[in-house]
């Protein structure tokens, strides 16, 4: 393949993960005025470097140990430029990819996986999975995608430990794992939609998926009307929607529940445009019932993968609350009245 010249850059930028108050995930904060001149925080998690082009959109995001942490934390802050031109270059020589293809560089072997997006903007990856034993070094590895939502190639470097060296692990769950944690910052969420990334089960746990009983889950059924935005509004259709909680994949930060819909067959030729408020709604009522730090606590174990019988009792007791029976326009909601 013919070498690709670096474009005009229209953006650099810096962003330093630090640990959230429930110490699972991160919250990434832009450092970038900072350049030059010493670290602002003191125990980093995480770097995340940012270049945009005309073509392509580059991170190059670093997993830091407790070391490397305290070495970056005395120093300047610096962007990475040398990777960010490569992953750049790089990028451009995937521009035929299709729509719904990655391609992951690892050492010197390419593998390409197909992904699928559920309405919660879960992403799902598909295709070969080739065994791995995590190394002792630090993985590097380099994704590249077409932005779904802009004209531009994504490229995402990374640098860091998955889990333990000598841990069975696959390179699919590897890719899985690194496009999660970049979903933890908000310049690549808005430039994929990946809100988050379900990662598999690790080989070890074998291949069987073990479907959740009914008793495991916290849903609810309720009947529920559309009506058009005029006024006065038109009725659209109405019938039953299913409501779920995601309880094996916890929302972008672990900091939202993800909330699954099944509408009835008289609702789903014009469910999608109501998709939004419904989602709004039930968000709405389930703060209301469990508050933030219960639903952070919550979102923490669905991502540990700890949810009990108890945390699912509370999730139905919030759902409970809902109005059993709502009117929607597709920005507004009130309680059904006959």
Known sequence: MKPVKSGRVRKEEIFVGIASPDNITLDYHDVSRFIGMSMPYKNPKA?????VTADSASFSLLHLTK?????????PVELPRGPLVRLEKHALLYKDLQPNQILLEINEDKHIFTFVQDPNGVITLDGEVTNIELP???IQVAIYLKSPLVDRMVALGFIGHLGRPGDPDTILRVAAKILRSATGITHFRALTGFETVEVPAAPRMGTVRVTKKSSDRAEVILPVWFFSNDLPPLAV???????????????SGNARLLINFTPSEELAPSFD???????????????????????RSIAADIAL???????????RDALVTIPEGLDFTTTLFQPHTN
Do not use: W
């Open 237 to 251: 259709a109405n019938g039953k929607v299913k409501i779920d909680i995601n309880l094996d994949t916890p929302g």
């Open 136 to 138: 002792k070094s630090a």
């Open 305 to 315: 993968g700890e949810v009990t019988p108890g945390t699912v009792m509370r999730l």
């Open 67 to 75: 070391a490397a942490a305290s070495k970056i934390s005395q120093k």
């Open 273 to 295: 445009l109501y998709r939004n408020v419904m989602n709004e709604t039930v968000s709405k009522f389930l703060l209301q019932h469990l508050g933030d730090s219960e639903i």
């Open 47 to 51: 770097t995340c470097a940012l270049r």
